[in-house]
C-alpha cells in the first residue's frame, strides 16, 4: 500500500485526491486529503472565481501553451464531469469579446493578435446584426463583436460542491480543518506536521503533493537533502523552495440581475482591463477584471467595486437594478513568469502556479501530476504503512 498525502483541498486538491483514489485497486494507493478549510472551501482561490474556459480571450495575457493546454482541457472536463453523480454546470457554446466606440483601437489590437497568432482556430467578426441575433441584448450596446465559439465556461462553486459529495460518497480520508505547518522530507517519504483543534500532530507518508497555492509559501518544506550556507540559512538551490512564488489579488462580485439575459461569457475589451461578465443562469452573473500585484487579502476596495459595476453597466444597463449578493477576494499563486509548475523532489510532488488559469488548464495539470506519481512509483519501494 502507497500511503499518499495530498495538502490543499481546492480544485486540483479535490481533483487529484478523487482521481488517485479511485486508482486505489489498481495501484494500491491510500489517500489522505488534508485542508485548513472546512469541506465548503470558501477559502480557496477556486471559490473566488468564474469558471471561465476561454483560451482566446486570456490569449492577450498568457503564453502560448496556456492556451493550448486551454483547449486540451475544454476536451478532458466532460468526461470528468461525467464522472460525477451530481449536476454540474459546463458550456462551450462560445464567448463574445465587445468593446465601446472609444477603445475601438483595444477591440483592433486584439483582432489583428489572434489572427496572427491563432489563425487555427475560428475567430467571427459581428456586425450589429449578426450579434443582435446571437446575444440580442449585447446587440443593442454595441456596433461589432469577436465571436469566439469554441470557448466555454464551468459552474465552479457548483464543481467544488460535486467534487465535496463525490469525495464524501467515495470515501476518501479528508481531514478537513487541519492547517499543515511544515512537510519535513525524510530520507524516505515525508513527515507532515499539522495543528488541528489548536494541537499539533505529525504524520508520516511516502508521497506527499502539496496543491496549497500561496499556502505554500506560507509554511516550511524542509529537505534532508539539500545544503545549508554559512548562515546556517536552508540553500536556494533546494528544489522544494518554491522562491519565486507570488500572489496575485482577484476580485469578483455575484450579481442578481433577473432583467438581464445574457447566455455567454463577455469580455469588454478596456484600456486599463478587461471585464468579464459571466452567466450563472438563473439571473446570477459573475463580473470580475481586476488583478492586483498584494499579498493583501482585505475585503474589496470602493475603486475596484465602482469599476467593475460603472463597466458592467455599461455593457447592459439592466446591471443598474442589480442586486449585489456578494463580493469576493482572493490570492491566487503565480511564479515569476507567470506559468504552472509540476515539481518533484524525492517523495514531494508540488503544483502551484495556476495564476488566473485554474480552471481552464486544470485537466491538463491533472494528467501531469498522475504522470508523476507513476513515475514516482516506478522508481520507489512503497512503504508499508
Known amino acids: 500500500m502507497t500511503c499518499i498525502a495530498v495538502v490543499g483541498a481546492g480544485l486540483m486538491g479535490r481533483l487529484i485526491a478523487l482521481s488517485l483514489h479511485r486508482e486505489r485497486a489498481k495501484h494500491g494507493y491510500q489517500v489522505t486529503l488534508f485542508d485548513k478549510d472546512d469541506k465548503?472551501?470558501?477559502?480557496?482561490?477556486?471559490?473566488?472565481?468564474?469558471?471561465?474556459?476561454?483560451?482566446?480571450?486570456?490569449?492577450?495575457?498568457?503564453?502560448?501553451?496556456?492556451?493550448?493546454?486551454?483547449?486540451?482541457?475544454?476536451?478532458?472536463?466532460?468526461?470528468?464531469?461525467?464522472?460525477?453523480?451530481?449536476?454540474?454546470?459546463?458550456?462551450?457554446?462560445?464567448?463574445?469579446?465587445?468593446?465601446?466606440?472609444?477603445?475601438?483601437?483595444?477591440?483592433l489590437r486584439v483582432k489583428r493578435y489572434l489572427e496572427k497568432h491563432y489563425p487555427q482556430y475560428p475567430v467571427q467578426q459581428l456586425n450589429r446584426q449578426?450579434?443582435?441575433?446571437?446575444?440580442?441584448?449585447?446587440?443593442?450596446?454595441?456596433?461589432?463583436?469577436?465571436?469566439?465559439?469554441?470557448?466555454?465556461?464551468i459552474g465552479n462553486r457548483k464543481l467544488l460542491i460535486a467534487l465535496r459529495h463525490q469525495l464524501e460518497k467515495e470515501q476518501v480520508n479528508w481531514l478537513s480543518q487541519h492547517h499543515v505547518l511544515s512537510i519535513n522530507q525524510q530520507t524516505?517519504?515525508?513527515?507532515?506536521?499539522?495543528?488541528?483543534?489548536?494541537?499539533?500532530?505529525?504524520?508520516?507518508?511516502?508521497?506527499?503533493?502539496?496543491?496549497?497555492?500561496?499556502?505554500?509559501?506560507?509554511?516550511?518544506?524542509?529537505?534532508?537533502?539539500?545544503?545549508?550556507?554559512?548562515?546556517?540559512?536552508?540553500?536556494?538551490?533546494?528544489?522544494?523552495?518554491?522562491?519565486?512564488?507570488?500572489?496575485v489579488r482577484g476580485e469578483l462580485m455575484q450579481l442578481y440581475a433577473p432583467d438581464v439575459h445574457i447566455t455567454r461569457p463577455i469580455r469588454l475589451m478596456h484600456p486599463r482591463y478587461q471585464l468579464y461578465i459571466a452567466p450563472k443562469g438563473k439571473g446570477f452573473y459573475v463580473v470580475g477584471a481586476t488583478e492586483i500585484e498584494s499579498e493583501d487579502n482585505s475585503p474589496m476596495t470602493v475603486r475596484s467595486a465602482m469599476e467593475l459595476l460603472s463597466a458592467a453597466y455599461s455593457v447592459h444597463p439592466g446591471f443598474a437594478e442589480a442586486n449585489i449578493r456578494q463580493h469576493v477576494c482572493q490570492l491566487r499563486p503565480a511564479f515569476n513568469d507567470n506559468q504552472p509548475k509540476v515539481k518533484v523532489s524525492n517523495d514531494l510532488i508540488q503544483i502551484n502556479g495556476l495564476y488566473r488559469h485554474g480552471f481552464l488548464i486544470a485537466p491538463v495539470m491533472l494528467e501531469q501530476v498522475k504522470q508523476s506519481v507513476r513515475q514516482w512509483v516506478k522508481g520507489s519501494i512503497a512503504a508499508v504503512c
Open 40 to 107: 465548503s472551501g470558501h477559502q480557496s482561490a477556486a471559490y473566488a472565481a468564474a469558471g471561465l474556459l476561454t483560451p482566446l480571450g486570456e490569449s492577450m495575457h498568457s503564453e502560448a501553451n496556456i492556451v493550448e493546454m486551454g483547449f486540451e482541457s475544454l476536451k478532458l472536463w466532460p468526461a470528468i464531469l461525467a464522472s460525477l453523480d451530481e449536476y454540474t454546470f459546463f458550456q462551450q457554446e462560445g464567448a463574445i469579446m465587445v468593446s465601446h466606440e472609444q477603445d475601438k483601437g483595444d477591440y
Open 130 to 153: 449578426q450579434l443582435l441575433q446571437l446575444e440580442p441584448e449585447i446587440g443593442r450596446s454595441f456596433n461589432q463583436a469577436l465571436y469566439l465559439p469554441e470557448e466555454g465556461q
Open 188 to 247: 524516505k517519504g515525508c513527515q507532515l506536521t499539522y495543528q488541528f483543534q489548536d494541537k499539533s500532530q505529525q504524520a508520516n507518508f511516502d508521497l506527499v503533493i502539496d496543491c496549497r497555492g500561496i499556502g505554500a509559501k506560507k509554511s516550511a518544506i524542509n529537505s534532508a537533502n539539500f545544503s545549508t550556507n554559512i548562515s546556517g540559512n536552508s540553500s536556494v538551490n533546494d528544489p522544494s523552495k518554491l522562491v519565486d512564488l507570488r500572489a
